[in-house]
């Protein structure tokens, strides 16, 4: 995982980082070496300095959907949504 996830942010020059949510990773926080995630993450050469400049994160929160559609619904000017163009159903 943390290979794949340092492939696409050199990929995409994720300089604002790269976030990891949902399935299981919340309930393998606590076996998670973050160290080694690290190295992993990074190991890119010849890019690697590119790798080492995007943070991660991981959402562990089980309500963070929940919490942003919240954000959306009470400001909807703040987020880059084209509202004219979906189809709500």
Same mark, same amino acid.
């Given at each position: 995982?943390?290979? *794949?996830?340092?492939?696409?942010?050199?990929?995409?020059?994720?300089?604002?980082?790269?976030?990891?949510?949902?399935?299981?990773?919340?309930?393998?926080?606590? *076996?998670?070496?973050?160290?080694? *995630?690290?190295?992993?993450?990074?190991?890119?050469?010849?890019?690697? =300095?590119?790798?080492?400049?995007?943070?991660?994160?991981?959402?562990?929160?089980?309500?963070?959907?929940?919490?942003?559609?919240? =954000?959306?619904?009470? =400001?909807?000017?703040?987020?880059?949504?084209?509202?004219?163009?979906?189809?709500?159903?």
């Amino acid at each position: 995982m943390a290979r *794949f996830a340092g492939d696409m942010a050199v990929t995409f020059v994720a300089t604002g980082g790269v976030t990891l949510s949902g399935g299981v990773l919340p309930r393998v926080v606590d *076996f998670l070496d973050e160290a080694a *995630f690290r190295q992993a993450f990074e190991d890119k050469a010849p890019v690697d =300095a590119l790798a080492k400049r995007v943070p991660t994160r991981l959402v562990t929160r089980e309500d963070a959907v929940l919490v942003g559609m919240a =954000a959306i619904a009470s =400001a909807p000017d703040r987020y880059a949504i084209d509202y004219a163009s979906r189809a709500w159903v």
